[in-house]
């Protein structure tokens, strides 16, 4: 009797094991039996409800085939797995061993308030819980809609995988790539391949990899360019935060201005998209190309680019630590700003400017560009010109503002405005002896320059001349009051120019956007 018992129990488990595993006809309004090709089939009408497990196929019609536990099933097809799952379409193959569906024309699949995805093409597999369509299909959300020529959906995790042609249309962006992810339910877009991003002010970004929460609307990502109005801005790291509007860049940074030739470098950046104000530190420096094939190289703690439509208010600053060099200038001051709409540069904090033997010294400096040289400086408040003559005597001209005129790359005439005061060292022309120092105090002066060396000088309103022969010369009647010669702290080429191939990004927490005060940048 025991033994009997355990055979029925046997034979119980095996039955319903079986019943798991087999396609079952659990409603049809018509039975019809037919054989095609050699193998029996059944054919039911109206009001169809197929069951296999948690899965149910409802159609209007069906062939059913048991000995191979499939179906073929036509007109408003319907799949249901489990309660979260629901698949549309006009017809569909469903093989019950496999556990696969294959439904074609006007297919929907919907995930319960996750996501609904459109296609004609659509393969399900139940044991694996991943669907794939190929030959296109469009997946929507609350959010997103994601096209693509191909993909993956895994039920389970919510991912989709999408290939070839993808395409990705939010409120905020719209996206091109060959392949990236898509999470239903965490609302994150992975980028796998590069992936071209528009937002909605024409502003355009390309992303290497990495990821976006179209929730947050933060992206962390992988090698990338952000595009403002002005500049493009390239990094090996980009953190973007859509709903701040700051954009951070690390690694590599360059920012490319588009329309003048101007590239700024560094290995950190920040960019406040809302009031167009980026700005680059670590290793900072910029290249501006002049029309006659000439670099000027700067190097700076912070460079801040200021963007605007209107012309007059676009600034680009650079303080603390200010160094600049061109091959016939070179510079240092506490900072600089540069305007582009008169092309006129500015030097505060103790400036100095160098052109070949002469250097320069101001309160305040001012640059004018014309044609992308030089043409113009403005020294404002206790300007100060001096030059080493070749026995190292110290040419000086001192005033309450200065104006220094270039031709031809080369300084040719400086005009003195206000307590003009001068000390120039006359040398014999062939013997090039000292011949004795001119010291002269008037209003006004203008000195000329020959191959960057004074040629000749005129004096203004009230000139008061000492001609002091080299035997009575002093020391201390050399210098002008206020002279310091500074040459040692003359930048070179290396001193501006910074290595910019990192191996990592920065890692050091980055700052927010803050201007300088006006008149201390």
């Not at 355009?204 to 990338?224: A, C, M, W």
């Not at 920012?255 to 530190?281: C, S, W």
């Amino acid at each position: 009797m025991r033994f009997a018992t355990i055979i029925i129990l046997f034979l119980s488990v095996i039955s319903s094991g079986f019943a798991q595993s087999s396609v079952t006809l659990k409603q049809a309004d018509q039975l019809r039996g037919g054989v095609k090709d050699g193998e029996r089939f059944d054919r039911v009408l109206g009001n169809v409800i197929f069951v296999q497990g948690r899965t149910t196929i409802y159609c209007d019609s069906a062939l059913f085939y048991r000995s191979r536990n499939a179906v073929e099933a036509f007109g408003r097809v319907r799949i249901t797995d489990g309660d979260s799952v629901t698949i549309t379409s006009n017809r569909a193959e469903y093989d019950g061993n496999t556990r696969v569906a294959k439904l074609r024309n006007n297919v929907v699949f919907r995930k319960l308030a996750t996501a609904t995805l459109y296609t004609n093409f659509l393969d399900f597999d139940r044991i694996k819980n991943e669907a794939f369509y190929f030959n296109g299909g469009r997946l929507v959300d609350s959010i997103n809609v994601l096209t693509s020529r191909k993909g993956y959906y895994e039920v389970n995790s919510n991912m989709a995988s999408f290939k070839s042609n993808v395409n990705v249309v939010n409120p905020d962006y719209t996206m091109k790539s060959d392949s990236l992810q898509y999470n239903s339910r965490t609302k994150i877009i992975y980028f796998r391949t590069e992936t071209t991003v528009v937002d909605k002010e024409n502003n355009t970004f390309v992303y290497q990899g990495g990821e976006y929460d179209t929730n947050v609307k933060q992206s962390n990502l992988k090698q990338g360019q952000a595009e403002s109005q002005s500049y493009t801005l390239t990094g090996r790291k980009l953190i973007l935060d859509d709903r701040t509007r700051i954009y951070r860049v690390q690694g590599n940074v360059v920012m490319t201005h588009k329309e003048e030739k101007l590239v700024i470098y560094g290995q950190d950046a920040v960019f406040n998209k809302q009031k167009n104000i980026a700005k680059v530190f670590t290793n900072t420096f910029l290249t501006k190309v002049t029309d006659e094939g000439d670099t000027l190289f700067m190097t700076a703690d912070t460079l801040v680019s200021i963007d605007s439509d209107d012309p007059a208010k676009k600034r680009l600053l650079a303080y603390k630590n200010v160094k600049v060099f061109k091959s016939d200038m070179q510079g240092i001051a506490d900072s600089v700003e540069y305007r582009q709409a008169d092309s006129t540069m500015f030097f505060y904090g103790s400036p100095v400017l160098w052109t070949d033997g002469n250097q320069m010294t101001a309160d305040s400096i001012s640059m004018m560009i014309e044609n992308n040289t030089i043409s113009r400086i403005f020294l404002n408040t206790n300007a100060f010109v001096i030059s080493m003559d070749t026995i190292k005597n110290f040419n000086q001209i001192k005033g309450r503002k200065m104006t220094a005129f270039f031709r031809n790359k080369q300084l040719h005439q400086v005009v003195v405005q206000g307590n003009g005061e001068s000390i120039y060292f006359a040398l014999e022309d062939k013997t090039n002896l000292l011949m004795g120092m001119n010291k002269i105090l008037c209003s006004n002066i203008t000195i000329r320059f020959k191959d960057s060396q004074v040629n000749n000088l005129s004096f203004y309103v009230k000139p008061e001349a000492d001609f002091i022969p080299p035997h009575e010369l002093k020391k201390d009647d050399m210098l002008l009051k206020g002279f310091s010669w500074r040459v040692d702290l003359r930048p070179e080429k290396e001193d501006v120019v910074k290595p910019t191939d990192s191996a990592e990004p920065a890692t050091k927490p980055l700052p927010p956007i803050s201007l300088p005060q006006r008149g201390r940048l």
